[in-house]
């Protein structure tokens, strides 16, 4: 007989949060980072999902039912495009606008606070971005009085209405589906924030070759902020299922001493913080984590959930593999281009080399934006696959 | 008169304030232009030597970054008085982040470094069309052409070059190489490139023995 979807719910929650605590679940749990590959899934552009979020939240109940994973990526990074409109946003660049309507958002390395600023930065981190930094990004907030606040509470409005159209569908998932959105919350490191959004990429890793100390002194001025977003976005009540989101940018663009010396100190607070919340974390470790597994190995047990791109899955087992729980690797490239054949004998070797001791996910090594990155089909096999292959025996 | 060694330590080094006190001090000194020859010779050697340090996992990419900047000012200080010629470029390189894709850091990365390898490298700058790097091997003829990209979906961009390039019958006149962190054996099959690599300095090495002057 087939589960109810409260069933479903449970069992999928309970093998997530089995593999993160460390453990060994009645199966390895599955899930992919879909987000761009969900509107192109139903024939859809990023522009209008962007736009017209009753399409997005149906494009993402269609992957719902026809994958069955344990988990589905949340939908974050599919933008809602009004907001932006309304503020006069520039950084991000909006499919359909200055992009092709097919297109992901994107982030070009702009920079909108100078090196000479600092010292204001540090003394008061908050009224900086709220005055200087955002009147920089959201050309609206430019014009004057009353202009600016009416361009405010449209964005702000639209946003909260967005919000609330997200949640119910999230709730609505849950009920129907069985099916757990896999995080919920966001916040960044100090250094990768300040590179990402204010000082830009390029600007700030030339920072910290010309003014160390400011940069350093600007990730602790900032960290309470970002503490503060943690528990804001997470919302109530804190709890170690969903995972909070903690992308990460600039660590891999650092030698391990200037990882050591500017991104760990304020990263680790931080996340200690968001432990101390009574949360667990999913890093998001982009590019190859290697030099810096050791200091990965020293966060609390049990709490993270690290989604690796291309690190050595075997080195980072060895490392980690007693107190983080480690998920991801199998290549877009191979998903999206090659033959079922290759993608399970990846999928085979993966699963012997992570899967002993519990501790581990089946997860993509990228976020799924383009058609290219995953042939449904293969998508369909590999997950097959790791739900036979993937039991614990007791 | 400054000896050609510091500057090639300076940029290695990455001592920003030593590199370009050492360059006012030696345009002070009135050099000639095989004087300023060999000046740029020894930093294009410190950068070599900086692409060194980042294959041997010394540096990361925040010192290619960091040189680059370096390099960038020297150079800004030094061209001026610079009666460049043809004949010392080694190759030609037509270089921009594919179609549909703005992003600029490693494609900027790489074109100081091949510019610093000997180069000339007309940068297309970012969401360049095929049509575009047609155009671009049309008028310049480079030996090479390079496309970045940092998203997936850039990869389709690269391959419709590839196709357009193939369809104009210029296939054979070029050598195509891709980049990006992304970027592996599949994609570059997938894609058609002639080579492709995830490291600027690697990529420089292989544009090198293309043009027949690395072994």
Redesign the interface.
Same mark, same amino acid.
């Given at each position: 007989m087939k589960e109810s979807a409260d069933e479903l719910l449970h069992q999928r929650v309970h093998r997530l949060k089995t593999a993160i605590s460390l453990n060994e679940p009645d199966r390895i749990p599955i899930f992919f980072q879909t987000l761009?590959w969900i509107p192109h899934y139903s024939g859809l552009t990023v522009q209008e999902t962007s736009f017209d979020y009753g399409s997005l939240i149906r494009a993402i109940e269609k992957v719902i039912q026809d994958f069955e994973w344990d988990g589905i990526w949340s939908p974050g990074g599919i933008w809602p495009a009004p907001v932006f409109i309304a503020l006069g946003q520039t950084q991000y #660049?909006v499919p359909g606008e200055s #992009? @092709?309507a097919?297109?992901?958002f994107?982030f070009? @390395?702009v920079s909108c606070m100078e090196p000479d600023e600092y010292p204001e930065f540090i003394a008061d981190p908050y009224a900086f971005i709220v005055e200087k930094i955002m009147p920089r990004r959201c050309t609206e907030l430019t014009k004057p009085f009353p202009r600016n606040a009416i361009s405010l509470a449209k964005g702000a409005l639209e946003f909260g209405r967005y919000l609330t159209l997200m949640d119910a569908a999230y709730e609505r998932w849950r009920q129907v589906y069985g099916m757990p959105v896999l995080t919920k919350g966001l916040t960044g490191a100090p250094l990768d924030i300040l590179a990402d959004f204010y000082r830009g /990429? +390029?600007g700030l890793? /030339?920072d910290?070759? +010309?003014r160390p100390e400011q940069v350093k002194e600007a990730c602790e001025a900032l960290l309470p902020l970002q503490i503060k977003f943690a528990k804001v976005s997470y919302g109530e009540p804190k709890t170690d299922f969903p995972p909070i989101m903690l992308p990460i940018h600039i660590a891999?663009? #650092? +030698?391990p001493s @200037?990882f050591a010396e500017f991104f760990w100190p304020t990263f680790y607070k931080l996340v200690i913080a968001i432990v101390e919340m009574g949360l667990t974390c999913l890093l998001m470790l982009?590019?190859t984590w290697d030099?810096y597994l050791d200091y990965l190995a020293q966060l609390p047990k049990g709490k993270f959930l690290g989604l690796m791109q291309h690190v050595d899955m075997k080195r980072a087992k060895a490392v980690l593999g007693n107190n983080m729980c480690i998920a991801g690797n199998i290549?877009?490239?191979?998903l999206?281009? +090659?033959t079922q054949e290759e993608v399970l004998a990846y999928a085979k070797k993966l699963i012997d080399t992570c899967a002993p001791g519990g501790g581990y996910i089946f997860a993509a090594d990228?976020t #799924?934006?383009?058609l290219? @990155?995953a042939k449904p089909e293969n998508l369909l096999a590999v997950t097959k696959f790791v739900k036979e292959y993937g039991g614990y025996r007791k | 008169m400054v000896a050609l060694e510091e500057f090639t330590k300076a940029i290695t080094d990455l001592d920003e304030e030593k590199a370009i006190h050492l360059v006012n001090e030696f345009l002070a000194s009135d050099p000639s232009q095989g004087d300023i020859t060999e000046a740029i010779k020894a930093c294009q050697e410190g950068m070599s030597e900086v692409g060194n340090r980042y294959e041997a996992k010394d540096y990361f990419l925040a010192e290619l970054i960091f040189s680059s900047e370096v390099f960038r000012r020297v150079m800004e200080l030094i061209r001026p008085r610079f009666k460049r010629t043809a004949a010392q470029r080694i190759g030609k390189v037509a270089l921009g982040t594919a179609k549909g894709d703005i992003h600029d850091i490693g494609k900027d990365i790489v074109r100081t470094m091949l510019e610093a390898g000997g180069f000339e490298v007309h940068d297309l700058g970012v969401d360049v069309s095929s049509q575009q790097f047609v155009n671009t091997i049309e008028e310049i003829t480079p030996q090479i052409v390079g496309m970045s990209g940092l998203i997936t979906p850039t990869f389709d961009s690269m391959k419709a070059t590839v196709d357009a390039i193939k369809a104009a019958g210029l296939r054979e006149d070029v050598k195509i190489i891709i980049g990006g962190n992304l970027v592996d054996q599949v994609v570059s099959e997938h894609v058609g490139a002639d080579g492709f690599s995830n490291s600027a300095p690697e990529g420089v090495k292989i544009c090198k023995r293309w043009v027949g002057v690395l072994e």
């Open positions: 761009s #660049l #992009l @092709d097919r297109s992901s994107q070009p @390395d /990429i +390029r890793l /030339i910290i070759k +010309r891999t663009f #650092l +030698r @200037d982009e590019g030099p290549p877009c490239s191979l999206g281009h +090659r990228s #799924l934006l383009s290219n @990155d | -």
